[in-house]
């Protein structure tokens, strides 16, 4: 079972809705790179509002994950795209199904 998750609020600077969603379906791509990343989905809340949302098995999976290239990408697009201040919440699974 996964034990380890991130999660990303991110809201969408005005016009840049299709950006941010193009932006999100290539970080799944490169998801597919990382190995220790179990799992990582990108979520449409509502109008302008998204967020990552990712699981790992251990600290050492989202520490390489941190340090990987989407939270590169995401770090050097965020001016453009997105107008809240980026705040990777880091949390602990204790159930699953």
């Known amino acids: 079972m996964a034990t ?3 999660w990303v ?9 299709n950006d941010v969603e193009a932006f999100l379906k290539q970080g799944a791509v ?6 220790k990343t179990v799992t990582w989905y990108g979520v449409k809340m509502g109008p302008g509002v998204y967020g990552v949302f990712d699981t790992f098995d251990d600290e050492a999976g989202r520490d390489a994950h941190l340090n990987g290239e ?4 995401l770090m ?4 453009e795209l997105f107008s809240n ?6 949390m602990e699974i204790l159930a699953d199904k």
């Open 4 to 6: 380890k998750a991130i």
């Open 9 to 17: 609020m991110l809201k969408a600077k005005p016009g840049k809705e």
């Open 30 to 35: 490169m998801s597919h790179d990382e190995p």
């Open 70 to 73: 989407i939270a590169k990408a």
């Open 76 to 79: 050097a697009n965020a001016s």
């Open 85 to 90: 201040e980026i705040k990777i919440e880091k």
